[in-house]
């Protein structure tokens, strides 16, 4: 394969290629406002490090990112808090499903990654004691790196409050640990909010396109970003690149939920999936990619999602191994 493959044919590709499979799966009726998902969707949008981008099928459709808003909020948590955020929260991947109390108990209220719940419930609590209106400067950030029509889904994120007990438990159990700063429905409410950010698959491969060039974001060049002048859009240092390679390791170990591994010996690239079904993965120094179908397997990922990454990564042999 050479190393520059024709981008539009191969998402053409993959989608005939999972065309069969697509229903498969489970959607995540555990948040109310998600059980009428239509399961048939699948999109997948890719944009690599030279400019190019293509999608096919449903990928500019918004969903629910879910657990993939993780991503925005450690990048936030580590600007704000750097290093410090470690001694809260770990680096190693957890092997229990994401929701999963058992490890909070025995290991003091220190959670395993931020990317598993009760990870991203300190990384929201940090948010919540660093800006003054935490949601607003997620939004922000995510609209400044894929667009301003960016939104909170605020009938999911009620359904998600409502519902909420199990978050809450590992909440008020870290609390009790003195693991969290704020009250636990401050803390609830900035998660629930973070999880319902709806994007499409488009948007979600440009929004994290920071973490496959060495940190630094390059804007779509569009009559928004050059203000009509038909400039090239200026780059913007994100991260560092050592930031973003750390983020990235993360996203391999612990951004699958207990697949983690399975998902890095079959498709081998940094990932964060949600429960609404997307994945993005990223190929450090090539681009992103990210795919969405609302059919879950037993662990949460995409069944047909995760199909489509198997193939994009046997079709341009873009692997990190
Ligand atoms: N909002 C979901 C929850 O807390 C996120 C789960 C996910 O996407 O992994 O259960």
Not at 124 to 149: F, H, I, M, N, T
């Amino acid at each position: 394969m050479s190393s520059q493959p024709d981008i539009a044919t191969i998402v053409q590709r993959v989608r005939d290629e999972v065309a069969s499979r697509i229903g498969e799966g489970r959607v995540a009726d555990y948040i109310p406002a998600l059980a009428h998902v239509p399961i048939d969707r699948f999109g997948i949008a890719v944009r690599t490090s030279c400019g190019q981008s293509a999608h096919a099928g449903d990928a500019e459709e918004p969903f629910s990112i879910q657990s993939i808003s993780k991503v925005f909020t450690l990048t936030l948590a580590l600007q704000a808090r750097g290093e410090a955020l470690w001694r809260r929260v770990g680096k190693e991947p957890s092997g229990d499903p994401f929701n999963s109390l058992l490890q909070l108990e025995h290991e003091c209220g220190v959670p395993r990654n931020p990317l598993i719940n009760a990870g991203a419930l300190v990384v929201a609590d940090c948010l919540v004691s660093d800006y003054e209106k935490p949601l607003d400067a997620l939004l922000s950030k995510v609209r400044s790196l894929a667009g301003k029509r960016i939104a909170f889904d605020t009938a999911v994120a009620h359904s998600e409050l409502a519902t909420a007990d199990r978050n809450a438990s590992m909440a008020h159990l870290m609390k009790s640990f003195g693991n969290l700063e704020n009250s636990v429905d401050a803390v609830l409410d900035a998660y629930c909010h973070q999880c319902s950010l709806s994007m499409n698959c488009c948007e979600l491969a440009a929004a994290l396109g920071y973490l496959a060039d060495c940190g630094s974001h390059s804007p779509v060049a569009s009559a928004e970003s050059t203000q009509g002048t038909g400039a090239t859009p200026r780059a913007t240092q994100i991260v560092d690149a050592a930031r973003a390679r750390r983020i990235n390791a993360l996203m391999l170990t612990c951004g699958t939920y207990d697949r983690a591994g399975e998902f890095a010996y079959e498709v081998g690239l940094p990932a964060k999936s949600g429960v609404g079904g997307g994945i993005v993965a990223v190929i450090p120094g090539r681009g992103t990619v990210a795919v969405w179908s609302p059919g879950l397997g037993e662990s949460g990922n995409s069944v047909v999602g995760v199909e489509a990454l198997k193939r994009f990564v046997a079709l341009t042999g873009w692997s990190v191994f």
